[in-house]
C-alpha cells in the first residue's frame, strides 16, 4: 500500500464515536483464580489486555450487550477490544461505541488515535487522551468515511494472513536438519538446575519500568508484569532458561528477574542467546508429558535427554546452534518487516 493523503480528513474527538461506562466494581490480582472462565482486563499492552481470569459475579462483571467495548489503559494508553461477558482491574476505562461501526473500523479508529495521544510519561493519560483530536478519512457530506477505512483494515489483514502464511512454514526446505549424527545429552549433564527465591503475589509491587515477575503462564515469554526491584530481592540472573513445574513452558530470560511459586531455571549462562533459543526449541519438546498432577521440577528435568548436534570431539556444537538460530531469526525478520502497515 502506497502513502495515504490526509490533505481531505477532519478532526474528530474518541468521544464522537465512544462513550465511557461507569464500572460499579473492579477486581484486584487477589481474585484472579487458576480455574477461572470469565477474563479480566487490565492495562497491559500485550495479550488483548487480558491480565488474568475469574469466575467473580455478577457484580463485578460487565456484561456484553453491545458487539464490542474497548478498554483504554490509563497509564500505558493501551487499546484492547472485548467482546464476551468481562470484568476488569484498575486504571483503565470502559469505553461503548455509540454508533454502529464493526470491530476493522474500531481498530483503524485506535490505532490513529493511539497515535495522536501525546507521551506523558505515567501520568494519566485518560483526561488527555478524551480531548485529543484524531484525524480521519471523510466523506463529501462531512461525515467519516466508514467504509474506507473498514476497507483499508480487510486489506491490512488480508496481507498480514499471507505473509503470516510464509512464517509458519519458514522454508523447510532451506532449514531442514539432518540429525542422524547428532548424539544424546541429559540436561543436567550439560547444566545446573536452579530454584530461585519465591515471591508470591502479594510479595511485589506492580511497576512497568523496573524487574520481570516470571510465573507460570505460557504468554509473554512468562512475565506477568514487571514489578519494583528491592534490596530484599534475588534475582535470577539474565542469560538463563526460565520454566515452571505446571503449564510447562520454556523461555528465554535476557534480563534479570524473579519468580512466582515452582518456577525454576536452567542455568544456560555459558552459552549465546541465539544458542539458548535453540536450546529452548528442543526442550519445548519433552512439555508434553507434564500436567498439574505430574509437575516437571528440577530432579525430572535434570534426567531429560536431548538430542543435539555436535562437534568432532562430540560436545554439543553451540556454535553451530547459534548460527542456525541467527539464520531462522534473520529470515523471521525480513518477513515480518512486510506487515509493517504503510502509511
Not at 203 to 225: A, H, L, S
Not at 314 to 341: F, G, R, V
Request: include cysteine.
Amino acid at each position: 500500500m502506497g502513502k495515504i493523503n490526509t490533505e481531505k480528513w477532519q478532526k474528530y474527538k474518541i468521544t464522537d464515536f465512544f462513550t465511557s461506562v461507569p464500572v460499579s466494581k473492579k477486581l484486584t490480582k487477589t481474585e484472579l483464580v487458576d480455574d477461572g472462565i470469565i477474563p479480566v482486563y487490565s492495562s497491559e499492552m500485550s495479550n488483548n489486555g487480558t491480565f488474568g481470569y475469574t469466575n467473580k459475579k455478577p457484580d463485578f462483571l460487565i456484561s456484553n450487550k453491545t458487539p464490542f467495548y474497548l478498554i483504554f489503559g490509563d497509564h500505558t494508553k493501551s487499546m484492547n477490544i472485548a467482546d464476551l461477558d468481562f470484568c476488569v482491574m484498575d486504571n483503565v476505562k470502559v469505553l461503548k461505541p455509540t454508533i454502529d461501526i464493526s470491530i476493522l473500523i474500531i481498530k483503524y479508529i485506535t490505532t490513529v488515535w493511539k497515535k495522536s495521544i501525546p507521551e506523558l510519561g505515567y501520568a494519566r493519560h485518560w483526561s488527555i487522551a478524551e480531548k485529543t483530536d484524531i484525524l480521519l478519512p471523510t466523506c463529501n457530506n462531512g461525515q467519516p468515511d466508514w467504509e474506507y477505512m473498514e476497507s483499508y483494515m480487510k486489506n491490512i489483514m488480508q496481507e498480514s494472513e499471507k505473509k503470516i502464511e510464509n512464517l509458519i512454514c519458514i522454508s523447510e526446505s532451506k532449514h531442514k536438519v539432518k540429525i542422524d549424527k547428532w548424539k544424546d545429552f541429559s540436561i543436567g549433564e550439560l547444566f545446573n538446575v536452579v530454584k530461585p527465591d519465591v515471591l508470591h503475589t502479594k510479595d511485589v509491587d506492580e511497576n512497568i519500568k523496573e524487574i520481570p515477575y516470571v510465573v507460570r503462564t505460557k504468554f509473554d515469554n512468562g512475565i506477568k508484569y514487571k514489578v519494583k526491584k528491592t534490596k530484599q530481592m534475588n534475582p535470577s540472573p539474565a542469560g538463563t532458561i526460565s520454566f515452571g513445574a505446571e503449564n510447562a513452558t520454556f523461555f528465554y530470560q535476557d534480563e534479570e528477574y524473579v519468580s512466582g511459586r515452582d518456577i525454576y531455571y536452567i542455568d544456560t549462562r555459558k552459552i549465546s542467546k541465539y544458542a539458548c533459543l535453540f536450546l529452548v526449541a528442543c526442550l519445548q519438546t519433552i512439555t508434553k508429558k507434564y500436567t498439574y498432577n505430574y509437575g516437571m521440577f528440577p530432579e525430572l528435568v535434570k534426567k531429560e535427554r536431548l538430542k543435539l548436534p555436535i562437534t568432532k570431539d562430540a560436545k554439543p556444537d553451540w556454535k553451530y546452534m547459534e548460527n542456525y538460530m541467527k539464520n531462522i531469526m534473520d529470515d523471521a525478520k525480513a518477513k515480518l518487516n512486510i506487515l509493517k502497515t504503510a502509511t
